[in-house]
């Protein structure tokens, strides 16, 4: 069965220091990840993707297969990324299984 | 991109009563799913709708308790029945778009006295 692991629910930084959102995927099959980001009263908004690697307002990820991890991470931590992060697993044609969600606070 | 409206945005039921949800997209989009998020807890998949055909229903959510409508491309409703506090929750409704991308609407806040 799928499962999608991010071990911490709060996550405080300063601002300009690094931050790394952890994220672990438990999947049969080729995994699919994505993170997404909620910030205040915001909907729910992808962030970006492993396929595309791609990085997206200074966030990076790599998928890990052998760590099966998928963690997100930006060097130097701003103000407004202060959010709820998710990370999610596509399974099957288009189902999402999204982990728990971490908030991440960028104290000034 | 689409953007996906939610009605109502929130609203404070009382136990035995049903809710239905409406969720209206910009584009025409062929799967359209549920999704509830639990107070502390993560989204979770209640159903995929698809447009002509009965909803599918993901282990734990049954169409007795939460029956869905799929009449065109653009819009879908999901009803929350015979509710009770542990339906307190946010649903949100989700489109895909191309081969990847998931857009999540605005959600509704549901809280069952």
């Known amino acids: 069965a799928q499962r999608v692991t991010q071990p911490e629910k709060l996550l405080s930084v300063f601002k300009g220091a690094p931050v790394e959102l952890k994220c672990n995927y438990s999947y049969s099959g080729s995994p699919e990840l994505f993170w997404y980001v909620q910030y205040s009263r915001q909907r729910l908004q992808l962030l970006l993707r492993h396929i595309s690697r791609e990085s997206i307002k200074g966030f990076t990820a790599d998928l890990n297969k052998g760590e099966t991890s998928f963690h997100l991470k930006k060097p130097f931590a701003q103000e407004e990324d202060s959010a709820m992060y998710y990370c999610?697993?596509?399974?099957?044609?288009?189902?999402?299984?999204f982990g728990t969600g971490t908030r991440l606070t960028v104290i000034p | 991109s689409a953007v996906i409206s939610q009605k109502p945005s929130r609203d404070i039921c009382q136990r035995g009563t049903s809710l239905t949800i409406q969720c209206q997209v910009d584009?025409?989009?062929?799967?359209m799913f549920w999704y509830r998020q639990q107070p502390g807890q993560s989204l979770t998949l209640i159903a995929t709708?698809?447009?002509?055909?009965?909803?599918?229903?993901e282990s734990g959510f049954v169409i007795d308790k939460f029956p869905i409508s799929r009449p065109n491309l653009t819009f879908s409703t999901l009803t929350v029945s015979n509710m009770s506090p542990e339906d307190s929750s946010i649903y949100l409704c989700s489109v895909v778009i191309g081969n990847y991308e998931q857009y999540f609407g605005p959600g509704t806040r549901l809280t069952v006295t």
């Open positions: 584009s025409q989009v062929t799967m």
């Open positions: 709708a698809n447009q002509g055909s009965e909803a599918t229903y």
């Open positions: 999610a697993l596509k399974a099957g044609a288009n189902n999402l299984f």
